[in-house]
């Protein structure tokens, strides 16, 4: 809750102003798994997290260094829609 005054003036009333939120109950989702394996990455990309190591605490180095890669892969961009990445592609 903030309290506050619209005008600097010792007349003048506090106003309150609620800054919680309203709860809005959640429906419950169950999500299934969406992978049973690890995902392969590009072999370019795990070649940039190799360049990254050295800046990554040295407990994670060999799940990075375990990654999977596939030369199949396509460079997608998440920024783009299907048909933009499909004609980036060809």
Do not use: W
């Amino acid at each position: 809750m903030m309290i506050y005054k619209r005008i600097l003036n010792e007349a003048e009333p506090f106003h309150t102003l609620n800054l919680k939120r309203k709860e809005h109950p959640t429906p419950a989702v169950t999500l299934g798994q969406l992978y049973n394996r690890p995902c392969k990455i590009k072999k370019e990309k795990k070649k940039d997290i190799f360049y990254l190591l050295p800046l990554i605490d040295s407990m994670f180095h060999s799940f990075y260094e375990g990654v999977s890669t596939d030369e199949k892969l396509k460079n997608i961009n998440p920024d783009l829609n299907d048909s933009d990445n499909e004609i980036g592609n060809n």
